[in-house]
């Protein structure tokens, strides 16, 4: 779990605590002269329900739809905003009483609410940037008939659906095309290259957010396989006998190259394993962590299964 979302889990059960004590408090009327009904009330709501979604929601909606924050760097910012504003909120709210106008508990209000905003404006945007790659499969379609007969029948065809990383891997050439044409430049970085590998991030999608011209890079593509580049086969089962698998790798690379894992995957997790999206960038150790599994244990069982 990251930074923050791990601060904003954490901060909400301290709220969590005092909300408590100080409805208890509240409830026996020790100290009549203070309203403690707003504090127990802001610090269950807005501190421990808020922000223990917020830590979830920043950790695991991402993960599920296998993309980023929109806005990964306003997480720390809502952090502080949220807490500063709660605070703010709460003090300018006794002030109020004894001196009828508080600016105190003007900005705090105002905080607060840019967190919350903050918070829905980011996830908003993520599930649906998400959503949008989902719907990228169907955007091609040939112009014509006429298009489909022109081609040989072993004409190798390009699917927006088709991962970025398998295209590039398997077909010598494409790279330069796909950073040209499909204006993918981030793809000049072999930082980047291994992040798309590792996400498997669709064609379509990732030509869709850079703005490229998805039918006219598919034609290239296309034109480029069939009449100059070979592909290059995977060697997945030349694996050698003695390699281990580590915790540190990625699920879905243990079941593209180690098929036979499949059994233990869902002997520990379950058939929902196969299914979540986590598994393109989530190690072997962080789902063993997430299900409360011994990670030695899991590794142990995994290199016996392959």
């Not at 489909?148 to 330069?176: C, H, R």
């Amino acid at each position: 779990m990251e930074t923050y979302p791990r601060r904003f889990v954490q901060t909400s059960l301290v709220y969590l605590f005092f909300g408590v004590v100080i409805g208890v408090i509240s409830s026996f009327d020790i100290l009549k002269h203070i309203d403690l009904k707003l504090i127990h009330t802001h610090f269950n709501l807005l501190g421990f329900m808020f922000m223990v979604v917020c830590g979830v929601g920043y950790h695991i909606l991402p993960r599920f739809n296998g993309t980023d924050l929109y806005f990964p760097k306003w997480v720390a910012p809502h952090f502080w905003i949220a807490n500063i504003g709660l605070i703010l909120m709460v003090v300018g709210f006794h002030i109020n009483i004894k001196m009828s106008n508080s600016v105190v508990l003007v900005i705090g209000a105002a905080l607060s609410a840019i967190s919350v905003l903050m918070f829905v404006v980011n996830i908003f945007l993520t599930i649906q940037f998400r959503n949008r790659k989902a719907e990228v499969k169907d955007i091609v379609k040939p112009k014509t008939e006429a298009a489909k007969i022109q081609k040989p029948a072993n004409w190798i065809t390009i699917d927006p659906s088709m991962k970025v990383a398998e295209i590039f891997d398997k077909y010598p050439g494409t790279l330069e095309i796909l950073i040209k044409d499909g204006k993918l430049v981030p793809l000049s970085s072999p930082e980047h290259i291994n992040k798309v590998r590792d996400r498997g991030i669709p064609l379509g999608a990732a030509v869709m957010n850079h703005g490229g011209d998805l039918e006219y890079l598919i034609e290239q593509l296309e034109k480029h396989i069939n009449t100059v580049s070979q592909p290059i086969e995977k060697e997945v089962k030349l694996t050698k006998p003695d390699e281990l698998i580590e915790k540190t790798m990625v699920i879905g690379k243990v079941l593209e190259k180690f098929p036979a894992t499949k059994e233990v995957f869902q002997k520990f997790f379950g058939e929902g394993c196969f299914k979540c999206p986590g598994q393109a960038f989530e190690t072997v150790e962080q789902s063993a962590k997430m299900h409360n599994v011994d990670t030695d244990t899991f590794v142990d069982a995994l290199n016996k299964g392959k």
